[in-house]
């Protein structure tokens, strides 16, 4: 069943509707919550301009939350066999249950602003979910270097022994990496977080529809004003948001190899439980880390991402495109995907088993050949260039003696790890969302009575 049909006797073409629609009725599940609650908002405004009565408002709210706390909310939700998407889905429940006064809901809209609509209430929940598990993987890397930061490990340059470094110094590195990655994410929080409802196809209504009232109901912080650009959103938006999200892929898979790295028997800095690990079908030695391998392809795969969608949506003209559609089976499943990675992460984390004696081996004796130089300096009244020399001379004869005493002092140093200041750092970031204020629009349109005041024809929900 087609709702765009207005023809008699029509048949579609059922080996075009296959490929034409794709994975949408899969994938439009994930939206169902987020379409409902954009149908209510608009209903709403529909009675407030006059193109609903009581009556209708009343009975479509009731059935529009039915659906929502008792089938999507309960796995009850499907989108049947031949119904091309979610909305289609809805407006057709809606009919077949309620009669004529189903038909009205699409009233000022075009399936092209619901779905985009439906994306950025989609996003914000994620982002939110997003938000929360980074934390938990942040403080969890503060607890580490916090209880590791008296252990040293080698530092690399050009994987190539370098200056001392700590266990402390290395988890709390990542730990303010994803500080900036939520800097980014934040970004593209507030780019989402514009209302697109009633562009419609991308060139607005001539109903008179009032767009500021559905951006208060849905609780976005502004609009989209121009018609035409809230609908070049699309491919846009998605863009931007898998940016955000490959930031946080990067740093995850950065990682990943240092774990694996780290793990290798010539490094041997770290290990792990044999539990988390697998063997070989024909070595019965080997412990292989696949979690982390698997995280760094996965994360991989996620940076690659925005390349993907600037491809297929950067020659587009201005308007809709049935190729956002692409974007959308690729895009969405994202989110998912990087919560899992974050969740394994953490559980891998939480039985990392660090090495304590690693820099007694011989050879990490020139890891402080620049602590010996500094020395010099400091005692010696050296310049820093004849005490390099100096040194670069004592190896080069191989009668350096490594001075291992070493004792940093400035911020962000081994001696000074400053992680107060980053836990500080990432809360201000966090407190720029207005997780509270998305939260109170769902359990306001959801659960709350709705009155309106006949003198401004407002809501009032109580």
């Known amino acids: 069943m087609k709702i765009w049909n207005n023809k008699i006797d029509f048949s579609f073409d059922k080996k075009i509707e296959n490929f034409t629609s794709g994975k ?137 022994i370098a200056m001392p470094s700590s266990f402390g110094l ?134 690659s991402l925005p390349n993907e969608i600037s491809l297929i949506s950067s020659n587009l003209c201005s308007g809709y495109h049935r190729d956002f559609q692409v974007i959308k089976e690729r895009f969405i499943p994202i989110f998912e995907e990087i919560k899992k990675c974050f969740s394994m992460f953490k559980y891998m984390l939480r039985h990392i088993i660090v090495r304590k004696d690693i820099l007694k081996e011989e050879k990490y004796k020139y890891l402080f050949s620049v602590e010996v130089v500094n020395r010099l300096v400091i005692e010696k009244g050296y310049s820093f260039r004849e005490a390099y020399k100096k040194v670069g001379v004592e190896i080069q004869n191989n009668c350096f003696k490594p001075f291992t005493n070493s004792f940093y002092s400035h911020e962000g140093s081994i001696g000074n790890l400053c992680n107060k200041q980053i836990r500080n750092l990432m809360k201000n970031v966090i407190k720029e969302f207005d997780f509270d204020k998305i939260n109170e629009v769902v359990k306001r349109l959801v659960y709350r009575h709705i009155h309106f005041d006949d003198s401004s024809m407002n809501p009032i929900f109580f």
């Not at 919550?33 to 908002?41: K, L, Q, S, V, Y």
């Not at 706390?69 to 809606?94: A, M, P, R």
């Not at 709390?172 to 990496?177: D, F, H, K, N, T």
């Not at 994803?178 to 607005?204: C, E, F, M, Q, W």
């Open 170 to 303: 290395w988890f709390a590195a990542y730990a303010e990496s994803l500080i900036d990655d939520l800097l980014l994410i934040r970004t593209a929080y507030r780019i989402v977080n514009k209302n697109p409802l009633g562009s419609a196809a991308g060139y607005g209504s001539s109903l008179p529809l009032n767009r500021k009232m559905t951006t208060y109901l849905l609780g976005f912080e502004e609009l989209n004003y121009n018609v035409i650009y809230a609908q070049m959103g699309r491919g846009k938006m998605e863009r931007i948001v898998s940016e955000s999200i490959a930031s946080l892929a990067n740093t995850l898979s950065k990682m990943a190899q240092d774990i694996c790295l780290y793990s290798n028997q010539n490094f041997n800095f770290i290990s792990f439980p044999d539990h988390l690990t697998t063997g070989s079908s024909i070595m019965p030695h080997k412990k292989n880390l696949d979690v982390f391998e698997m995280i760094r392809a996965k994360c991989n795969r996620m940076i």
């Open 24 to 160: 949408d009725s899969k994938i439009d599940l994930l939206l169902a919550p987020h379409d409902i609650i954009g149908t209510i908002a608009h209903v709403i405004m529909l009675k407030s301009i006059g193109l609903l009565n009581k009556k209708d408002l009343k009975i479509l709210i009731y059935e529009l939350r039915n659906i929502y706390v008792n089938e999507i909310l309960k796995n009850n939700f499907q989108i049947h066999e031949g119904i091309e998407d979610i909305h289609s889905q809805i407006e057709i429940l809606l009919t077949n249950r309620l009669g004529e006064v189903g038909k009205k809901i699409h009233s000022g809209r075009s399936r092209n602003d619901q779905i985009l609509l439906d994306l950025k209430l989609f996003i914000r929940a994620e982002i939110q979910e997003i938000v929360s598990i980074t934390y938990s993987l942040f403080d969890l890397l503060l607890e580490l270097s916090e209880k590791y930061k008296n252990i040293l490990m080698p530092g690399y340059t050009h994987y190539q």
